[in-house]
Each structure stands twice: as structure tokens, then as C-alpha cells.
């Protein structure tokens, strides 16, 4: 039970993130729009179920939330769920 709680927990993203496209990646870099960013050491990201994975398991293409570190790599992804990426069009 307490699993399913968490799943449906809402997610808390830091103020500075960023709303994107992915349009391909070969790690340890990714394309968001037009720009091609590299990986931070450790970075995290979260699929739809705010689970971690592997940054090798994130599609070719889709829409993201991401941020980076003050030395432009990049630090956190998230992968919206249905509702937040219906409301990314803010």
C-alpha cells in the first residue's frame, strides 16, 4: 500500500526547470531543442513514476523537464506524466 501512495505522490522540480524536446542522445550527451548537452557526473533521471533510471533507457524522443548545473551539464530529468505534459504548453 504504501507504494502505491508514493506513486502518486506529486512531484517537486526546482524553480529553474526547464521545459524540452529531446530529439536524440548518445550518452553521455543529449539533444533538447537545439542543443546538444552532456551528462553531469551523477546525474538523475526520472522516468513518468519519479523512479530513477538509467540514462540509456530514455526515448530517442519526448518531451522533458530538465535542469542544469551552474556549469551547463545536465543534472535532472523528468520524464511528464500525461498531466504535466499537458500543461507544459504554459
Given at each position: 500500500?504504501?507504494?502505491?501512495?508514493?506513486?502518486?505522490?506529486?512531484?517537486?522540480?526546482?524553480?529553474?526547470?526547464?521545459?524540452?524536446?529531446?530529439?536524440?542522445?548518445?550518452?553521455?550527451?543529449?539533444?533538447?531543442?537545439?542543443?546538444?548537452?552532456?551528462?553531469?557526473?551523477?546525474?538523475?533521471?526520472?522516468?513518468?513514476?519519479?523512479?530513477?533510471?538509467?540514462?540509456?533507457?530514455?526515448?530517442?524522443?519526448?518531451?522533458?523537464?530538465?535542469?542544469l548545473d551552474s556549469s551547463g551539464y545536465l543534472i535532472q530529468m523528468?520524464?511528464?506524466?500525461?498531466?504535466?505534459?499537458?500543461?507544459?504548453?504554459?
Open positions: 500500500m504504501l507504494f502505491a501512495l508514493a506513486a502518486h505522490a506529486g512531484r517537486f522540480m526546482p524553480q529553474n526547470v526547464q521545459v524540452g524536446q529531446i530529439n536524440g542522445h548518445n550518452y553521455p550527451e543529449v539533444k533538447i531543442g537545439g542543443e546538444v548537452y552532456r551528462l553531469a557526473p551523477g546525474a538523475r533521471v526520472y522516468d513518468t513514476f519519479n523512479r530513477t533510471i538509467i540514462p540509456t533507457q530514455l526515448p530517442q524522443s519526448a518531451k522533458v523537464f530538465y535542469q523528468w520524464l511528464p506524466t500525461p498531466e504535466e505534459e499537458a500543461g507544459m504548453g504554459r
